[in-house]
T-cell receptor
Framework: DAKTTQPPSMDCAEGRAANLPCNHS???????VYWYRQIHSQGPQYIIH?????ETNEMASLIITEDRKSSTLILPHATLRDTAVYYC?????WGGGTSYGKLTFGQGTILTVHP | DAMVIQNPRYQVTQFGKPVTLSCSQT?????MYWYQQKSSQAPKLLFH???????NEADTPDNFQSRRPNTSFCFLDIRSPGLGDAAMYLC??????????FGPGTRLTVT
């Protein structure tokens, strides 16, 4: 799976949009961009994923550049409960064999939302 | 509403004393995973089950084993815990290659 690069930490004011960048310049054509987050002392939580089109769900939006070498996760109205470590992961969907959807976590971005 | 349940949430064991952590799911997912997360580190995959097929990561120590008696349950056995095995152990499930759902984790302390 391709490697990702994220800033180690970011701050955001409550109520404002949080924009978390991720670089994945070696991404392959069949690899998806996934975002998970981990709130302190909890298990990781799936947020969103995409291949090449922008995606939006009830939690966030994912913007992927046309060349697919970078992406941005957008939390439109951050709250204090969004304070967490955010992981950007690039992985292929498997069609068999031994690589069954393995998630390789990097160090992620610590997002702190301030009142 | 709990979908991936891990018991116990906190486990204390003695050095060298076998310990078993359990995971159950109500999602009927066919894939189950065990991750290890040490303090201030990212989660690291130990192994996973695709249905009944067990797949071990190359760098997972032999001290760690797993059992999946049925679709809903999966166990992590640590045969002889060392101090370096103290960590949060996370269970996750997925339907085929789709997004993974994680449990709350079991924090293991080795004394």
């Amino acid at each position: 799976d391709a490697k990702t690069t994220q800033p180690p930490s970011m701050d955001c004011a409550e109520g404002r949009a949080a924009n978390l960048p991720c670089n994945h310049s070696t991404i392959s054509g069949n690899e998806y961009v996934y975002w998970y987050r981990q709130i302190h002392s909890q298990g990781p939580q799936y947020i969103i994923h995409g291949l090449k089109n922008n995606e939006t769900n009830e939690m966030a939006s994912l913007i992927i550049t046309e060349d697919r070498k970078s992406s941005t996760l957008i939390l439109p109205h951050a709250t204090l409960r969004d304070t967490a470590v955010y992981y950007c992961i690039v992985r292929a969907h498997w069609g068999g064999g031994t690589s069954y959807g393995k998630l390789t976590f990097g160090q992620g971005t610590i997002l702190t939302v301030h009142p | 509403d709990a979908m991936v349940i891990q018991n116990p949430r906190y486990q204390v064991t003695q050095f060298g004393k076998p310990v078993t952590l359990s995971c159950s799911q109500t999602l009927n997912h066919n894939v189950m995973y065990w991750y290890q997360q040490k303090s201030s580190q990212a989660p690291k995959l130990l192994f996973h089950y695709y249905d009944k097929d067990f797949n071990n990561e190359a760098d997972t120590p032999d001290n760690f084993q797993s059992r999946r008696p049925n679709t809903s349950f999966c166990f992590l056995d640590i045969r002889s815990p060392g101090l370096g095995d103290a960590a949060m152990y996370l269970c996750a499930t997925s339907r085929e290659s789709y997004e993974q759902y994680f449990g709350p984790g079991t924090r293991l302390t080795v004394t």
